[in-house]
């Protein structure tokens, strides 16, 4: 029952920064593991960071690491992605949701690196 809403993107040059947020509705929040998803055109969604229940940790895809933060504020049932030094490849529709055990996908938010 988990309801999601991502923002924040838009279009950037390469080496720019964006960072894009997810408030989530639903009381259990705090109790979920967290992830950030990138679908790319023409390619399958996949997830690029994701962040443990407190926050206590994160991971990410090889592509990612050194240049995206992922965090969360649970008192605002709210999920950040901080991304610098975008390239191109970058570009796509980033989604929020639970990690493994997804509920349904929101709207998403558009990233666009290019010069």
């Known amino acids: 029952q988990v309801q999601l809403v991502e923002s924040g993107g838009g279009l950037v040059q390469p080496g720019g920064s964006l960072r894009l947020s997810c408030a989530a509705s639903?009381?259990?929040?705090?109790?979920?593991?967290m992830g950030w998803y990138r679908q790319a055109p023409g390619k399958q969604r996949e997830l690029v960071a994701q962040?443990?229940?407190?926050?206590?940790?994160?991971n990410y895809i090889d592509s990612v690491k050194g240049r995206f933060i992922i965090s969360r504020d649970n008192a605002k049932n709210t999920v950040y992605l901080q991304m610098n030094s975008l390239q191109p490849e970058d570009t796509g529709v980033y989604y929020c949701n639970i990690v493994g055990r997804n509920v349904e996908w929101g709207q998403g938010t558009q990233v666009t690196v290019s010069s």
């Open positions: 639903g009381r259990f929040f705090r109790l979920y593991a």
């Open positions: 962040i443990t229940a407190a926050g206590g940790n994160t």
